[in-house]
């Protein structure tokens, strides 16, 4: 047991006293939430990597939510914890989807001593929480989702992180964000890492960081626009300013929702000098064909909804010599861009992308819970390097399609009961990258225990 962990579970005990105090338990909430998992894909043109045409895994999940509520007093003390529980359904060592030369798991599950997926992994997560008025502490596991730091659910499980966080809503419409990550479980793993980026997050010889601190501002300045600003800092490879607004403007019979988003990203320390905390990205000339993070994204998602349909389109350029650099240590994660699709996110250095959208509510038409969705990506003006800073290729592209279609039961027994297909294809000419198409079948339902 970590100390942290350690530290909660003594929390727990002394709060475990207080059980009876008014709040704590009245206001505690319980939930299951059931999920089936199926994913294959396939990598074409993959080169000659043995079992790295295909992969295929299908799973159930089991993750258990407790909220408790606050005992009485100025302060007022809670806990929440998080179970995650993945059982394997089916896979197999050609389908695992972890090559020889990696630690991390594969598609879905950990990797077993053999080569193959897990029977099964699970883990435990302890939150401490404090209140006094409006402004809420919170240590140990986190599961937040802010323009620096987000997590991500795209398979059995979700990732979690871990560390503190305080949020403070004292002011009328200004909710106020500051905090600390230590580590962060990935989606297909037990265990706690450290932190990283890529370029730098090899599992084996990359560089890693046990420090981010963020924090930022969400103004309301009337119903219809929020404007935000946050900071984030991995020690030792990165610092990063964001500014966003999001605007609802009602315009003839439907609603223009305008996503407007800039990240300032320079490096931090040890990124801006040692090659083994280097980003990846257009380094042309360098020795290891990777440099310092430097890079501004901009980019603006605009949504016209009316009567069931939703018709979209964005824009976004990534200037300068790096990728755009988030939380990645290597086993899947999740970037606060409008282009963080099914497969690719489309922020390369140099890169331009503009997307078309469309969605329907089936509701109109006297189907409510089904809906469809497809998104169009394409980005060009991409340089690529090889590892001795070789030029490899200039003005190359990438472009996916994704299609989404769900379902959720409205009433009846099996009420709440959703089923969702995600199919991606994506296409690129860049050098040494594969192009692939994936589907995802899921099937979810929540019951609440308290």
């Not at 790096?322 to 970037?335: E, T």
């Not at 497809?374 to 991409?382: E, H, Q």
């Amino acid at each position: 047991m970590n100390k942290s962990t350690l530290a909660i579970a003594v929390a727990v005990g002394l709060l475990a006293q207080q059980a009876n105090a008014a709040g704590f338990i009245e206001d505690s909430k319980a939930t299951l939430k059931l999920r089936n998992f199926y994913i294959n894909n396939d990598n074409r043109d993959s080169g000659t990597a043995k079992n790295a045409n295909y992969q295929e895994e299908w799973g159930q999940g089991f993750q258990l939510d407790f909220t408790s509520g606050f005992t009485q007093g100025t302060v007022g003390f809670g806990v929440d914890a998080i179970g995650l529980l993945g059982v394997r359904l089916d896979s197999g060592k050609g389908r695992h989807g972890n090559p020889a030369s990696s630690n991390y798991g594969g598609t879905v599950f950990p990797t077993d001593s053999d080569g193959r997926a897990v029977s099964d992994f699970s883990s435990l997560g302890l939150t401490a929480k404090a209140k006094i008025s409006q402004t809420e502490l919170r240590y140990g596991t986190l599961m937040p989702k802010l323009p620096v730091v987000s997590y991500n659910d795209g398979r059995l499980l979700p990732q979690t992180f871990e560390g503190g966080q305080i949020t403070s809503n004292e002011f009328k419409d200004l909710t106020l964000i500051g905090g600390q990550i230590e580590h962060a479980k990935g989606r297909n793993s037990s265990n706690n890492e450290e932190l990283s980026i890529a370029g730098a997050n090899n599992a084996r010889t990359g560089e890693f960081s046990n420090k981010f601190l963020y924090g930022g501002a969400d103004y309301k300045l009337n119903k219809d626009l929020l404007l935000q600003y946050y900071y984030g800092n991995l020690k030792d490879f990165y610092k990063q300013h964001f500014l966003g607004l999001t605007h609802n403007w009602a315009i003839g019979p439907g609603v223009l929702k305008s996503d407007l988003r800039y990240f300032h990203s320079t490096d931090d320390g040890k990124n801006g000098s040692d090659p083994a905390y280097y980003s990846s990205g257009d380094y042309r000339g360098q020795v290891s064909g990777k440099g310092k993070v430097d890079n501004n994204l901009l980019s603006g998602l605009f949504l016209y909804s009316v009567e069931g349909h939703t018709f979209g389109a964005g824009y976004q350029v990534s200037n300068g010599s790096s990728d755009f650099p988030w939380l990645n240590q290597g086993d899947g994660s999740s970037a606060y861009i409008i282009t963080d699709m099914q497969i690719s996110k489309f922020a390369r250095a140099g890169e331009r992308t503009w997307q078309a959208r469309y969605s329907y509510d089936f509701a109109k038409l006297g189907a409510p819970g089904l809906t469809a969705g497809l998104v169009y990506l394409r980005g060009d003006n991409i340089d690529t390097v090889g590892s001795a800073g070789q030029v490899t290729g200039t003005g190359r592209s990438e472009w996916e399609r994704d299609i989404t279609l769900a379902y959720v039961v409205q009433d009846g027994p099996l009420k709440n009961l959703g089923v969702m297909w995600k199919n991606a294809m994506w296409r690129n000419d860049i050098p040494s990258t594969r192009d692939q198409d994936e589907n995802r079948l899921i099937v979810s339902y929540s019951i609440p225990l308290l």
